[in-house]
Structure formats: structure tokens, C-alpha cells
């Protein structure tokens, strides 16, 4: 999902790319104590009757499950922040908090669009300028990633540089 804004006083254009979320974190939480409360209602049920051992799986199959939905929140929970103004363009990712954004000079920077001519790996877009490249949109579909090139190399009043790579060690 990308959001875009343009900020008419400082000549900002901002562009926010995160994964497409359909449970909040609080959904996320409702959803594993409702599992929690079920699963541990139909196991305690099973104790009562003799099946003793129900319990202790029942628990490890919550651990699990805990624990794939918050690798999964957490994931859905990142971002990327592209903010271009007059003179330069600053990426800003939520994952990698104790490094600094990346800064490119906005006559320098180029917008790649790079497809490979296997299907099954999906296309890279990258800002890249002085050998430094960033990807951007990997949380993107197809159609996403191409429209938000687009509307990049719209902003820098460029063409996106389109390239078929068979190298696939890099993806």
C-alpha cells in the first residue's frame, strides 16, 4: 500500500510504503486470547474426562501459534518513508532503526526498475545514485511496485530506467 502527500508550503512530496494489514494489532491480540480461551476449554475438557495429556500440546500449539502471529505482526508493522524535496531524496525505514536514512541528491538519483526473465522472482525497484542502491516496494505487488515508479520518476521529472537482468543471485 502506498500513500502519497505532497506538502504545498515546503515543496515536500512524501511517499509511505507498508504491507497491505488486515488485522490490526489489537485484532491480532483479540484473535490469540479468543483462540487461547477455546482451545483451552475444549483441552481442560478433555483433563476432566482422562485425557490428561491434551493439556500440555494444547499449550505448546498456543506457544506456536503466539508466536507466528507476532512474527507476522511485527512484519506488517514495517515501513518505508521516501521524501523528496528541492535538492535531495531521504529514505527512511522502520527496520532499521539504529542506522540513519539514506540520502541521495535528487539530480544524481535514478529510479530501476528491474525485472528478471524468471517469472517466479518478482521485479526489483531500487533508487541508486554513486553506486549506493536502495530497494523500495518490496512489500508491493507487481502493479504497486509500477505505479509507485511511476509516480517517482513523475516527481523527478525523469523516466524509469527499465532492466531485464538473468541474474538472480542479487534477488
Known amino acids: ?52 495429556l491434551v493439556l500440555p500440546f494444547a499449550g505448546l500449539e498456543m506457544l506456536v501459534l503466539g508466536a507466528a502471529l507476532y512474527c507476522v505482526a511485527r512484519r506488517c508493522a514495517s515501513w518505508q518513508l521516501i521524501t523528496i524535496d528541492t535538492d535531495t531524496i531521504n529514505i527512511y525505514v522502520s527496520e532499521a532503526a539504529d542506522t540513519p536514512a539514506v540520502t541521495f541528491r535528487r539530480a544524481w538519483a535514478k529510479i530501476e526498475y528491474q525485472v528478471t526473465k ?14 549506493q542502491v536502495v530497494e523500495i516496494g518490496n512489500c508491493l505487488n507487481e502493479a504497486e511496485r509500477k505505479n509507485l515508479a511511476n509516480k517517482l520518476a513523475a516527481v523527478l521529472n525523469t523516466s524509469v530506467l527499465h532492466m531485464y537482468s538473468t541474474d538472480t543471485t542479487n534477488l
Open 1 to 52: 500500500m502506498v500513500a502519497t502527500e505532497f506538502d504545498d508550503i515546503s515543496a515536500i512530496h512524501r511517499f509511505l510504503v507498508r504491507p497491505n494489514c488486515s488485522l490490526s494489532w489489537s485484532g491480532v491480540v483479540r484473535f490469540y486470547l479468543w483462540m487461547v480461551a477455546v482451545t483451552f476449554g475444549i483441552a481442560i475438557t478433555f483433563a476432566v474426562n482422562g485425557a490428561w
Open 118 to 131: 524468471k517469472n517466479w522472482y518478482p521485479p526489483r525497484l531500487t533508487i541508486c545514485s554513486h553506486g
